[in-house]
């Protein structure tokens, strides 16, 4: 018996995708493993997410040459070193209330004689997946988002890479603000979770973090910096997430636009903030938005490993016919978790116990 396996990145694209899909691809294709099997698989990569399914017209040639790429263990060999996706990605919502397409990615799925399918992503394309496998249709989710904010995992693919860009980009602004006596405030990407944010910020050792599970309140950062510079010390680093709110304040939005999952695209809290400091203590004070760069690049070692495991991970669960899960990192292990208990619930910072909310930092005692 012969399987067909579609595979299909959706969200923002990250680090750590390409290389899932080389190891889904690999370890069901495995010819060692195939001997020991009694199926073997067809392996089909889907371009530019749920957009690739709704869109294909399985009876136009052209069509499938467009969405549809039979992979195989040689053309995907080198695709873990790569970051962003190779299949391509989109925020494509096919069950999109005002503009719903789910009949036609169903009977597409069935058309293409899809018999089962690999979604990598965050809340919304898991969310997408978790749809059609309540339709029945066998899905198998990999999480991905360089927020981290998927729920029932410790780890999603692209969070390490984007901690490391943040860390990075940092080590590089402190010469500058150094040499200027500046203030800089860094804004990360974390619409709603600050896990990006803080790690980035404790990994390099900013003087004050702003997460979105925390409403700050401006004075109290001036107080904060004032306090600083009576030490002496001429430069401050503030990292701050894009979702992050003053005290009495909505997130801060880049323009009027929401996506087909209804998300608005944020930004601009720290030229505000930056502004704020400038006008209530008179420090000169600059921002950066690190935006994009957090996703782009090669993944980190700690991705390309992640992603090998998760890929096996997934191949295993469709071997095993383990449906409607996604695969997760808990306590440390590769497990799986219903897909039902990841979707419409973030995993946020506790800020009990990450954060410390006199200082505006990661907490100093962890035991
Ligand atoms: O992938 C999630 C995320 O990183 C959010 O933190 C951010 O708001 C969003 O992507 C921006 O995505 P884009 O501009 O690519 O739509």
Known sequence: MKLKIAILTGGGDCPGLNGAVKWVTKSVLDPKLVEKRSVSFEVIGVADGWKGLVEVDPD???????YLKRLDEEIVRTWDRYG???????????????????????????KLGIDALVALGGEDTLGVAYKLHKLGIKTVGIPKTIDNDLTGTEYSLGFDT????????????????????????????????????????ECSGAYIILIPEHHFDMGKVCELLRERRGREIK???????????????????????VDEFGHPSLGGIASYV????????????RHLILS???????PSA???????WFGIAAADMIINEDFGRMVSLVRGEITSVPMKEVINKLKLVDVEKYYDTERYNGRRSIM
């Open 162 to 201: 984007a901690v490391n860009v943040i860390m990075e980009e940092i080590d590089r602004l402190r010469t500058t603000a150094g040499s200027h006596g500046r203030i800089f405030v860094v804004e990360t990407m974390g619409r709603h979770a600050g896990w990006l944010a803080l790690h980035g910020g």
């Open 235 to 257: 430069y401050s680093i503030i990292v701050i997430s894009e979702g992050a709110k003053p005290s009495g304040q909505h997130e801060f939005l880049r323009n009027g636009k």
């Open 84 to 110: 962003g996706t190779n299949l391509g990605t989109s925020r494509t919502n096919p069950f999109n209330p005002k503009n719903d397409r789910s009949e036609k990615l169903i009977d597409n799925i069935k």
């Open 292 to 298: 994009h760069l957090q996703r782009g690049g090669s």
């Open 274 to 285: 930056a502004g704020e400091i400038e006008k209530q203590t008179g420090f000169e004070s």
């Open 60 to 66: 136009d040639p052209k069509s499938c040459d467009r």
């Open 302 to 308: 700690h991705d390309r490993l992640m992603a090998r």
